[in-house]
């Protein structure tokens, strides 16, 4: 049976890319090699290399605009102090929207002072903190554009003099902002990209360099633009199949065909949660994320019973983190419409059984 993956994490793929990936585990391009195997310096995973890199800056429309693209390791926490290392000489500001915004800003305090621009921690994170202004005396500002955790999702981002730098892990390439208020973005791959094991990072050169402090070599931004992303021996897999997904983005015709599908999927799923009398919906609708959707059953008695329907429809992944409990749709860009349709159907049939 078909399954469909309502799964935070960690990878959901299209079937396509997961069909040429296990592909290229076994024979490479026809070379006899496995993907696996073959030198990392070689030339068909240069050009892997250097296609993700492109394709990354012109999916976010960055291309020729001062901006590099790197595939890095260590996932989306250790950019939380690679940022610092680079940009923090005295302070810096974060807002702080959740789990994944608070662990950065935990970080950054080994490298300086760290301002809380604002915070949401009043209500569990269930909203955006609105109307705050971004101090000009800030080394940088961070933010956190999709809280995967508490289903919130920053919908505009604060006019800023000072350097913007946004942890996009759970919602890069999913819909089209302009890109360019950004200085330095940073997404884990392994919501919209490709397998846990690589971090695309995304920095306008200019930025760099201002930091008095010595920095080792794995964490220096400049040393791996200087090796063109290859300073060690990079995550092959990972970075060849976040490559097929950006390729298979751009054959759909880019962000903003994704957009209008990941709209869909949304409203599909919040005009549900809205109607039917036995849900409830965590986030406030105006911050609403398009990636998680975050509600509770509000009669326990029909725990059992949503459940075992859920599994008959073959849905998986949808229980709730800890810290918000319930459960979590997560629709990533590779999710289709029709799985997003199979779960509202669950719970309206709940409805009508209730
Ligand atoms: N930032 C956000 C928004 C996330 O959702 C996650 C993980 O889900 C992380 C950071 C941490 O990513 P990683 O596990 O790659 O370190």
Not at 13 to 41: M, T, W, Y
Not at 106 to 126: R, Y
Not at 234 to 244: C, G, I, N, T
Not at 294 to 303: A, I, V
Request: glycine content about 8%.
């Amino acid at each position: 049976m078909k399954k469909h993956n309502f799964s935070a994490g960690p990878c959901i793929l299209p079937p396509e890319v997961l069909l040429k990936a296990s592909q290229a585990v076994v024979d490479f391009d026809n070379s006899g090699l496995s993907l696996i195997e073959i030198s990392h310096r070689s030339k068909p995973f240069v050009d892997v290399m250097e296609k993700a890199r492109t394709l990354a800056l012109e999916l976010l429309g960055l291309e020729g605009k001062g901006y590099k693209a790197l595939f890095l390791q260590g996932g989306a926490s250790t950019q939380f102090l690679a940022v610092a290392y680079n940009l923090l000489e005295n302070k810096a500001g974060y807002l702080n929207t959740g789990t994944w915004s608070n662990k950065a800003l935990q970080e950054a305090k080994l490298f300086g002072d760290i301002q809380e621009v604002a915070s949401s921690k009043d209500a569990n994170f269930n909203y955006i903190p609105k109307g705050f202004e971004v101090p000009s005396d800030l080394d940088y500002f961070h933010c956190t554009s999709n809280n995967t955790i508490f289903g919130t999702q920053l919908k505009s981002f604060p006019k800023c003099d000072v350097p913007m730098v946004c942890d996009m892990s759970s919602d890069i390439f999913s819909r089209q902002l302009d890109f360019s208020q950004f200085d330095l973005i940073y997404a884990g791959a392994q919501k919209n990209m490709g397998p846990a094991g690589t971090t695309l990072v995304v920095i306008k050169e200019d930025i760099l360099g201002k930091v008095s402090r010595q920095i080792p070599s794995m964490m220096d931004y400049k040393k791996h633009i200087g090796s063109g992303s290859m300073f060690n021996t990079p995550p092959v897999f990972a970075v060849y199949v976040s490559m097929l997904t950006l390729e298979w983005l751009k054959n759909l015709g880019g962000v903003k065909a994704i957009e209008e599908i990941n709209n869909k999927k949304a409203s599909l799923i919040y005009s549900e949660i809205d109607l039917n009398p036995l849900f409830k919906g965590f986030a406030s609708k105006a911050d609403r994320s398009t990636m998680n959707a975050t509600f509770t059953l509000e009669n326990d008695n029909l725990k059992e019973t949503f459940e075992t329907m859920l599994k008959e429809a073959g849905i998986n992944g949808l229980n709730g983190h800890r810290s918000v409990g319930g459960y979590r749709a997560s629709m990533y860009n590779a999710l289709t419409l029709d799985s997003v349709k199979v779960l509202v159907e669950v719970m309206s049939e709940l409805e009508s059984k209730a």
